[in-house]
Every structure is written in structure tokens, then in C-alpha cells.
């Protein structure tokens, strides 16, 4: 199956794109190949009229399937949830199957389905519509075959699972273990068991090659009824933590978050809404605020730019709308709207536009390489910029990717057909008063040397200054400066942005504390900086 994020323009994710972009986007991810591609389009907010965009396209201008996404939230076995309740549910998937769409997908990311849940759920939807029903969770909790049991039971038609060594916890249920428990069941799938058992060894091979990337979960947790966080978000944020510097506080994070949901109108979380509320749970964090800080101190608060894009309504609007005093809170003086985000933007004009696009770089860019830095700009960007940097690195093994070479140890890189080189690691020196390394490598059997940081070694030089003033304006946390909005001399009112600090993905524009002017610019563009560093002074 190709699976396509893709959200009509009032969904929560990629709301602010104009309609032609859409059908582009649809046209050219469809490749007409022999297989069955299908778009699930994910209404994670509220129910997006221009999701008919997506569907209608996808419809009209391939021979695609469309699949549509709606998301799992709450619990509508327990009486005492109300916002996400089995109606809710039931009158989406009327009007999923009311617009045209093939399939309906049942995305569970935070793995809350329980198995009565499903039994009522599907049960109800079999009754209401008559297109077929996919069921995709995650298994956090450790009882997500039980909800596939009872679905199944229940009638629905497919299920997303993982081979065994790949599944579990915050991956998908174990897929060896449901194709052994629906051995002679009325609805088995016969599938060859043992040749799933031997792949799943391969993959476990594979597997640990990725070891730094785990969630670090050791078993199933009942947590994920109480914080909700999405399989594919917990996987990541135990490492992004590392990088803001709060590993040790993973358990206050997970309550953050929590907090984080209800402060913003308990919301369906998927990508990029869930992205908002791990961004404002690691705010809170780094900055040692609670739930009542937010509404106490928030007026005085730069928060993250991705919860302000969401209090703004850029990526939609949730069933019963935002809380109006957090959206004062977080906006401040502008002002939210309540219409499709892309109503706001020109349509791209694909034609002049990819041309000059072409020229900004000396090798070929591609139309999908356009269309993608459309829809992820500054994430095009940082790419390209590696790409710059470091060409390629795909070719490189994953093991010496992900780990570097041990002393005396040679690699083959295959550049392209016939085009080989080796690559043999050295040795490196100590690291200087700058805290780099010269590694010394062979290239194809000549001598080379290339300086490289040391992030573990103790640099002697002066670090940035803090904030010491009432007019000093640093870095709320650990991360880079991504742009300066200012210029030294420049006039400044309460509120103007200053600069935009970037941390592990998160980016939160910070804006001037009074009316001023901008003395000195103590940092550049890129520069790392840590919590309170000093970045701009005002007079």
C-alpha cells in the first residue's frame, strides 16, 4: 500500500497548502504502476471540507484507491468521556463513505482501541456503512491482539500488523502471533507461519543495527490511557529530550503532555497536531512551568511557533472549537480565524515557479524536489544544505553511518556502477582548546585529514554570555539560532519578533518584552546557544 499523509486543507497537518498544490501533490505521488496505491487522508482536527479536494482528485484524475483516515481518540467505552463518543465516530464514517471514498481507515496512534471499544465500534460501523473498514493501532499498552480479536469478530476487513521481531509496544501488534492464534478460526488468513518466523529473524539482524533509535520502553504500559501519546511520536521523544537536555525529566514530560492536551482543547492527536503538544509538554519542561504557570504567566510567554500556528488555525479546527483564553494567551494581539487556512494563500503558479526554483543550485532539482520544499520549506532547506555539505550518504553502510569505523577498519562506498572507493579509519589526535579532532583516514590508499567536533570533549573556550538585565533577551532553551529578525538600531515594539530559536524540530519565535531598540546582536545565524544565553540586548 502507498500510504500518503496527505490531508485535505482544513485537517490538522497540511492545511495551509493551496488546492492546486494538493492535486499535484496526488497526481505525481501516483505512479500508475501495477500495484494498488491508496491515499489516506487523515482528518485529525475537525471534519475538513476540503478533504473532498483530496478525494475528488484522487478520484478524478488517477485510478488510485481512496482511503480515508479517521483517528482514534478517547475511549467510547467509558461513560465519563464525552468529546470523541461512538456517534462522532459513526457520523464521520458516514460521510467518508457519502463523498466517494473506497476504504475507511481506522488509525489508533496511541493504542487506546481497548477491545470492547473495537467490538461496540465496529459492530456499530458495519451497521452504518457499507464500504470495507481497516483497523491500524499500536500496541503500547501490550493488549492490542486482544482488539483485533474482538474486531475481527466484529467484521472488519483488514488489520496493520508487524512481523513479529518489529512489533510491540510502541510498534504494531506481533503479526507471527495473530496468524498462530487465528489458525482454524472462520475468518483465518492462511499464511505460511514459519516463513514469517524466518523472516522476522532477518529483521531481528536488522534491528540492531537501529538500537539508539528505541523507545527504551521495556514493556507495556497503562500510562498510554492517561497521556496519550502516539506510538510514532513516543519512539522520538525520549530522544529529542537527549537533545534539549531533559532526559532525566522523561516522567515529568509524559505528565506535561498530559497537561499539555487538556491546556489546548483535548485534541485528536496525530501528526503535526501531536507534534504541537510535545512541543509545548518540552516547553514546559525546559522551563519548569505547570498547567497554572501557562495561564498565569502565559501573557508574558513566547511559546513554541507550532502551537501558535495551531492556536492561529493554521493547521484547522477542533470538533467544539479551541479555548478562547488560551488562544488570547498564546496569540496575544492577533487575531485566530476560522476558515479554511488555504483561503488565505495564492495558488502556486507551478510553471514560473519551478524555474526559478531550477536555478538556485547548480545540480538538477527535480518537480518532486519543488513540490516537497512547498510543503516542508525549511526542512528542504536543511537537507539541501547537508546535501552540500556532506553530498550523498545514502551509499554509506549502516553501521559505519551510525557508528564510524573502529581503528584500521575498511569500508567499501559504491559512489555509482564501477565507481568504488575504500575508506580505512586511522587514527584521530586530542582534542584542542576548541574541542575538535583531526581524523586521520586513508582514501583509496591516500592520506587524509578532515577536523571534526567533539561533542563529548571539554571545550576551553569562552561560552555565550546570559541574560543579566531586564533588557537582555536570550534563548528560552537549548538549541540553534535558526534566522535574526532584526537588525542593530532597528526600532522594536512590544511584541516584535527577534529571532527564531530551532530545537530538535521545534521553533519558537522570540519576540521583543517592551518597546525599544536593538543595541547589540551578540549572536549570528546557527549559533548553539543554551538556555538564557544572551542573544539580543535592547535600550
Known amino acids: 500500500l502507498f500510504q500518503m499523509l496527505l490531508r485535505g486543507s482544513n485537517a490538522v497537518g497540511y492545511a495551509a497548502y493551496p488546492d492546486n498544490l494538493i492535486k499535484a501533490f496526488i ?79 481506522i488509525k489508533d496512534m496511541a493504542g487506546l482501541l481497548k477491545p470492547r471499544a473495537a467490538e461496540e465500534l465496529i459492530t456499530s460501523l458495519k451497521e452504518t456503512i457499507d464500504i470495507p473498514i481497516h483497523l491500524h493501532t499500536h500496541d503500547t499498552s501490550s493488549i492490542q491482539s486482544a482488539t483485533y480479536l474482538k474486531a475481527i469478530e466484529a467484521g472488519v476487513d483488514v488489520v496493520d500488523v508487524a ?107 496525530v501528526t503535526p497536531s501531536s507534534k504541537v503538544v510535545g512541543d509545548l509538554a518540552m516547553f514546559m519542561t525546559s522551563n519548569n512551568y505547570t498547567a497554572e504557570d501557562i495561564f498565569i504567566l502565559g501573557h508574558k510567554i513566547d511559546f513554541p511557533d507550532s502551537v501558535k500556528a495551531l492556536m492561529r488555525g493554521d493547521l484547522g479546527q477542533i470538533a467544539g472549537g479551541f479555548p478562547s483564553d488560551i488562544q488570547k494567551i498564546v496569540l496575544k494581539e492577533e487575531e485566530a480565524y476560522t476558515d479554511r487556512p488555504n483561503q488565505h494563500l495564492k495558488e502556486i503558479d507551478f510553471e514560473n515557479e519551478f524555474q526559478l526554483f531550477k536555478k538556485q543550485k547548480s545540480y538538477e532539482l527535480s518537480e518532486k524536489d519543488f513540490i516537497s520544499s512547498k510543503l516542508y520549506p525549511r526542512v528542504f532547506e536543511q537537507y539541501l544544505t547537508h546535501y552540500d555539505q556532506y553530498g550523498d550518504v545514502v551509499n554509506l553502510p549502516t553501521a559505519a553511518f551510525f557508528y564510524g569505523l573502529k581503528q584500521n577498519e575498511e569500508i567499501m562506498v559504491k559512489l555509482g556502477e564501477g565507481k568504488n572507493i575504500l575508506i580505512k579509519y586511522m587514527n584521530m589526535t586530542l582534542a584542542n582548546e576548541r574541542g575538535t579532532r583531526h581524523v586521520l583516514f586513508n582514501l583509496n590508499g591516500q592520506m587524509r585529514s578532515i577536523e571534526v567536533l567533539d561533542v563529548l570533549a571539554t571545550s576551553t573556550e569562552v561560552k555565550n554570555q546570559k541574560i543579566q538585565k531586564a533588557n537582555d533577551v536570550g534563548s528560552p532553551l537549548q538549541g540553534s539560532i535558526a534566522q535574526l529578525l532584526v537588525m542593530e538600531g532597528d526600532q522594536v515594539e512590544m511584541n516584535t519578533p527577534l529571532f527564531i530559536v530551532e530545537a530538535m524540530k521545534m521553533e519558537s519565535t522570540i519576540t521583543s518584552p517592551a518597546k525599544g531598540v536593538v543595541k547589540k546582536i551578540y549572536l549570528k545565524e546557527k549559533s548553539l546557544v543554551e538556555q538564557d544565553d544572551l542573544v539580543i540586548e535592547l535600550e
Open 163 to 269: 512481523i513479529s521481531s518489529m512489533s510491540g509496544l510502541t510498534s504494531q501488534p506481533n503479526f507471527n502471533s495473530i496468524v498462530a492464534m487465528m489458525e482454524g478460526h472462520e475468518r483465518e488468513n492462511e499464511i505460511d507461519l514459519k516463513a514469517l518466523n524466518q523472516f522476522s529473524d532477518y529483521w531481528e539482524t536488522v534491528r540492531s543495527y537501529y538500537y539508539p533509535f528505541e523507545t527504551e520502553l521495556r514493556s507495556g504500559t497503562a500510562e498510554v490511557y492517561e497521556h496519550e501519546i502516539p506510538g510514532g511520536q513516543y519512539s522520538n521523544l525520549k530522544p529529542q529530550a537527549r537533545g534539549l537536555g531533559l532526559e532525566d525529566k522523561f516522567d515529568l514530560i509524559k505528565h506535561n503532555y498530559q497537561a499539555a492536551n487538556m491546556i489546548l482543547g483535548n485534541l485528536i492527536k
Open 27 to 105: 497526481e505525481r505521488a501516483w505512479d500508475g504502476g501495477n500495484g494498488i496505491d491508496v491515499f489516506r487522508i487523515f482528518d485529525s482536527l475537525n471534519w475538513p471540507v476540503a478533504l473532498q479536494t483530496s478525494v475528488q482528485t484522487v478520484l478524478e484524475r488517477t485510478e488510485a484507491i481512496a482511503e480515508v483516515c479517521i483517528c482514534y481518540s478517547g475511549d467510547i467505552s467509558n461513560s465519563d468521556k464525552h468529546k470523541f463518543d461512538l456517534n462522532y465516530y459513526l457520523d464521520l464514517a458516514k460521510r467518508v463513505e457519502d463523498m466517494g471514498a473506497h476504504i475507511l481507515a
